[in-house]
């Protein structure tokens, strides 16, 4: 015996599904239970996952099972009670890949600043594909487009774009990917909520822009990608700056280069400075001369290398990305040369600098008003006043007694006792 196809609302209860695929289950309410047949065709449709105390709405039809006389429900449609099946089902996902870390900010790539190749997976003859090459053109013609068509909504729609994404990661040379449609319903958008299209994305080695085109509501692809971009055009202005963006970036970061490398050289020129302020080394006034036209060379050299670069990259701007490179480059090297220069004269400075002798407690007695160095003891009378210098700092005294006969080495002997 059948009776007409029905709705059963209930709670699910003993939910089991057999090797074969099918579902057996109960649904109860506090004063009966009917048992419930899903079979596999049916079950494998169902978006969300159904589980034991889930309220449902179900339809089907009623029959007998005939060797125990039970009443059953074979389903062909189940849904969550209170809310829509594909909604239920996103937010399963969306729970389930978050407890992985799939959404971590920490796992995501940041985009490439200036990449020479992009893939896209989308369908080749829908709108979106239209505004990301236009786009693209506009902004920079030089780029390389790779596409790999795929349907992007209805039944075989997420396997296409997962074979997209994993297709293209796979290719050499590609920098970043573009994965998305134009807008529609949840229905249309479904491909971009299905785990396995998910999984790609999180696995894919080159960075990924999800540019499912819906401003306000997210698909799960959008929490997974490493960028989400509202619509395709968005992701196409997202993934490349324009021509003159760019030079004016390279600019700006030449200039700090340029104000980093003055203000090293002026802090080099201030301890030159500042060393020949020392009345230690005014017997070194043309030694510390040449150290500081040295200094200005460096200075004057780093400048020259700076203007031009930056001549190179004003007539050279389709070559922006190889300039920056090599801009960055001889930066690097030309700093790294000057500060080298710049060690080996310090270096030999300080060979020669008595400095180094009072940094270990040594001092220096001047006489005359400061104006001659005492080199020997003979050279000091008693009653004259001397100033002696210490590696900082320095005071003035009177001799009271001068011995010529005493021996420092007897002064260290008897400190040594």
Same mark, same amino acid.
């Given at each position: 015996?059948?009776?007409?196809?029905?709705?059963?609302?209930?709670?699910?209860?003993?939910?089991?599904?057999?090797?074969?695929?099918?579902?057996?289950?109960?649904?109860?309410?506090?004063?009966?239970?009917?048992?419930?047949?899903?079979?596999?065709?049916?079950?494998?449709?169902?978006?969300?996952?159904?589980?034991?105390?889930?309220?449902?709405?179900?339809?089907?039809?009623?029959?007998?099972?005939?060797?125990?006389?039970?009443?059953?429900?074979?389903?062909?449609?189940?849904?969550?009670?209170?809310?829509?099946?594909?909604?239920?089902?996103?937010?399963?996902?969306?729970?389930?890949?978050?407890?992985?870390?799939?959404?971590?900010?920490?796992?995501?790539?940041?985009?490439?600043?200036?990449?020479?190749?992009?893939?896209?997976?989308?369908?080749?003859?829908?709108?979106?594909?239209?505004?990301?090459?236009?786009?693209?053109?506009?902004?920079?013609?030089?780029?390389?487009?790779?596409?790999?068509?795929?349907?992007?909504?209805?039944?075989?729609?997420?396997?296409? @774009?997962?074979?997209?994404?994993? $297709? #293209?990661? *796979?290719?050499? +040379?590609?920098?970043? /990917?573009?994965?998305? !449609?134009? %807008?529609?319903?949840?229905?249309?958008?479904?491909?971009?909520?299905?785990?396995?299209?998910?999984?790609?994305?999180?696995?894919?080695?080159?960075?990924?822009?999800?540019?499912?085109?819906?401003?306000?509501?997210?698909?799960?692809?959008?929490?997974?990608?490493?960028?989400?971009?509202?619509?395709?055009?968005?992701?196409?202005?997202?993934?490349?700056?324009?021509?003159?963006?760019?030079?004016?970036?390279?600019?700006?970061?030449?200039?700090?280069?340029?104000?980093?490398?003055?203000?090293?050289?002026?802090?080099?020129?201030?301890?030159?400075?500042?060393?020949?302020?020392?009345?230690?080394?005014?017997?070194?006034?043309?030694?510390?001369?040449?150290?500081?036209?040295?200094?200005?060379?460096?200075?004057?050299?780093?400048?020259?290398? @700076?203007?031009?670069?930056?001549? $190179? #990259?004003? *007539?050279?701007? +389709?070559?922006?990305? /190889?300039?920056?490179? !090599?801009? %960055?480059?001889?930066?690097?090297?030309?700093?790294?040369?000057?500060?080298?220069?710049?060690?080996?004269?310090?270096?030999?400075?300080?060979?020669?600098?008595?400095?180094?002798?009072?940094?270990?407690?040594?001092?220096?007695?001047?006489?005359?008003?400061?104006?001659?160095?005492?080199?020997?003891?003979?050279?000091?009378?008693?009653?004259?006043?001397?100033?002696?210098?210490?590696?900082?700092?320095?005071?003035?005294?009177?001799?009271?007694?001068?011995?010529?006969?005493?021996?420092?080495?007897?002064?260290?002997?008897?400190?040594?006792?």
């Amino acid at each position: 015996m059948a009776l007409p196809r029905v709705w059963v609302e209930g709670e699910v209860s003993g939910y089991k599904r057999a090797a074969s695929g099918h579902v057996f289950f109960s649904l109860k309410d506090e004063k009966s239970v009917i048992k419930a047949v899903m079979w596999q065709s049916t079950a494998r449709q169902v978006p969300f996952e159904v589980k034991d105390g889930m309220k449902v709405v179900c339809r089907g039809k009623v029959s007998v099972y005939e060797p125990r006389g039970d009443y059953q429900l074979y389903v062909d449609l189940v849904e969550p009670k209170g809310k829509g099946a594909l909604q239920m089902a996103f937010e399963q996902l969306k729970e389930k890949l978050k407890a992985e870390g799939l959404f971590d900010e920490k796992r995501k790539r940041r985009l490439p600043l200036r990449p020479k190749t992009i893939g896209v997976v989308t369908s080749p003859s829908g709108a979106a594909l239209r505004d990301i090459l236009r786009i693209l053109e506009r902004r920079y013609a030089r780029l390389h487009v790779v596409i790999y068509p795929a349907r992007v909504q209805g039944e075989g729609a997420a396997a296409e @774009i997962v074979e997209g994404i994993d $297709a #293209l990661g *796979a290719r050499p +040379g590609i920098d970043v /990917l573009i994965v998305g !449609r134009g %807008g529609g319903s949840i229905e249309d958008l479904w491909a971009f909520n299905e785990e396995p299209v998910a999984r790609a994305i999180a696995r894919s080695p080159v960075p990924v822009i999800s540019a499912v085109g819906h401003e306000v509501d997210f698909t799960i692809a959008d929490f997974v990608a490493d960028v989400r971009a509202s619509t395709p055009s968005a992701a196409a202005e997202m993934v490349i700056e324009t021509e003159a963006a760019f030079a004016e970036r390279i600019g700006a970061l030449t200039r700090r280069l340029a104000e980093t490398l003055r203000f090293e050289v002026q802090r080099l020129r201030g301890d030159v400075d500042d060393l020949a302020r020392h009345r230690i080394f005014q017997n070194f006034q043309v030694r510390l001369a040449n150290l500081a036209r040295k200094v200005d060379d460096l200075e004057t050299r780093g400048r020259n290398v @700076i203007r031009a670069e930056q001549r $190179a #990259l004003a *007539a050279h701007q +389709g070559a922006a990305r /190889l300039a920056a490179e !090599r801009l %960055g480059y001889v930066l690097r090297r030309t700093l790294a040369e000057r500060r080298a220069a710049w060690d080996r004269l310090t270096a030999a400075l300080d060979a020669l600098s008595p400095l180094a002798v009072l940094k270990k407690g040594y001092t220096l007695v001047w006489k005359e008003g400061g104006l001659r160095l005492a080199r020997r003891i003979e050279e000091v009378e008693a009653g004259e006043t001397v100033e002696v210098s210490f590696f900082k700092g320095e005071f003035r005294a009177r001799v009271e007694s001068v011995d010529r006969k005493k021996l420092l080495e007897s002064r260290f002997l008897k400190e040594g006792s």
